[in-house]
């Protein structure tokens, strides 16, 4: 695994020196240290870190509240620590989308393995937002397809097929999506 810029949030400063010190042993680099949520925002908007690792429980605003915020503004993999191992804590951090929970005492050993299920994680997350983003789309688009081929058909008189091929061959002597031409017939309806 290449070397992560990772941001810590813990209101103890001695365990966010020995977290600091476990991470650099395993070759990544620690950019930001916050003892409190809204630092932690406020740092992961500014330095823009791969990976980062909040305790729950800290002042002003708790780890979850603080991966919630981090997630909407640039989402990236987040490990939260805990050192309670409560129900509605786990709830809460599922439904922030944190890629990964960890129980303290946290070891070398136990980061290891819950990096590189987070970035895993994260990654597989984005992965699916793309194909929901790519599908709705495409969905849209299809839309669009049909009322500018339905418009063409009451217009021209044409057939479904005869409309579409139309509709084909503008996109590539136009070379412009198919989409934008429908877009563009819809218009010029709206206007007639």
Sequence with gaps: M????????????????????????????????????????????????????LDIKMPEMDGIEAAQKIMAARPIPII????????????????????????????????????????????????LHQEVDDLRDALETRKLIERAKGIMMRRLGLSEEEAFRRMQRRSQNENKRIGEIAQAIIMADGML
């Design 2 to 53: 290449d070397a992560l810029r990772i941001l810590i949030a813990d209101d103890e400063s001695l365990r966010v020196m020995s977290l600091k010190g476990q991470l650099e042993a395993l070759g990544h680099k620690v950019v930001a240290e916050a003892s409190n949520g809204k630092e932690a925002v406020h740092l992961a908007d500014e330095l823009r870190p791969d990976l980062a690792i």
């Design 80 to 127: 939260l620590l805990t050192a309670y191992s409560e129900r509605e804590l786990a709830e809460r951090a599922a439904s922030a989308n944190v890629a990964a929970y960890l129980m303290k005492p946290i070891s070398e050993q136990d980061l290891l393995p819950a990096i590189a299920l987070a970035v895993s994680r994260f990654k597989e997350f984005q992965s």
